[in-house]
């Protein structure tokens, strides 16, 4: 999925303070920050993540830049085994997928133009599916950009 350089125009009243960011390192850089300071301060995901990074956030973050920027500029900039790596994370349920998948949602929206967050969230709904299948065995149904299959009956569990 390698994006275009240039966004839309913002559309009045968007929400986005009258600025679309352009697909760019910087604008990535800006996302994959804003995204894990949602996920930190999110008590269902806020723990797993610290549990498996620690000390590790900032080394963790480069390499999200550089994962995004590969996936969405064709930068390159990215080599690692996704999958292995979160296959050896314990407690991660399906409630755990729907707000990764919300909050990743929320974000693109933020800071870009629809079809530029839309282009995003189909990635990372595509990534959430195959992580999902690895866990669970089953695909997941994304609604809305929000909702994974079982997540709320999960979740009051």
């Given at each position: 999925?390698?994006?275009?350089?240039?966004?839309?125009?913002?559309?009045?009243?968007s929400g986005n303070g009258g600025e679309w960011r352009t697909p760019s390192v910087?604008?990535?850089?800006?996302?994959?920050?804003?995204?894990?300071?949602?996920?930190?301060?999110?008590?269902?995901?806020?723990?797993?993540?610290?549990?498996?990074?620690?000390?590790?956030?900032?080394?963790?973050?480069?390499?999200?830049?550089?994962?995004?920027?590969?996936?969405?500029?064709?930068?390159?900039?990215?080599?690692?085994?996704?999958?292995?790596?979160?296959?050896?994370?314990?407690?991660?349920?399906?409630?755990?997928?729907?707000?990764?998948?919300?909050?990743?949602?929320?974000?693109?929206?933020?800071?870009f133009a629809p079809e530029v967050a839309r282009d995003l969230q189909i990635t990372?709904?595509?990534?959430?599916?195959?992580?999902?299948?690895?866990?669970?065995?089953?695909?997941?149904?994304?609604?809305?950009?929000?909702?994974?299959?079982?997540?709320?009956?999960?979740?009051?569990?």
């Amino acid at each position: 999925m390698q994006l275009s350089p240039s966004a839309p125009s913002p559309s009045p009243g968007s929400g986005n303070g009258g600025e679309w960011r352009t697909p760019s390192v910087e604008s990535l850089t800006e996302l994959v920050h804003g995204f894990y300071a949602a996920v930190r301060a999110d008590a269902l995901l806020g723990p797993v993540f610290e549990n498996a990074l620690r000390d590790r956030w900032e080394p963790h973050l480069a390499r999200m830049v550089d994962f995004w920027s590969t996936v969405a500029l064709g930068s390159k900039r990215f080599r690692g085994n996704v999958f292995g790596k979160h296959m050896a994370l314990q407690g991660v349920t399906p409630a755990h997928f729907a707000v990764w998948v919300r909050l990743w949602g929320e974000q693109t929206e933020r800071l870009f133009a629809p079809e530029v967050a839309r282009d995003l969230q189909i990635t990372a709904h595509g990534i959430a599916r195959n992580l999902f299948l690895g866990y669970f065995g089953t695909q997941p149904v994304f609604g809305n950009g929000a909702d994974v299959e079982g997540a709320s009956s999960a979740a009051g569990h």
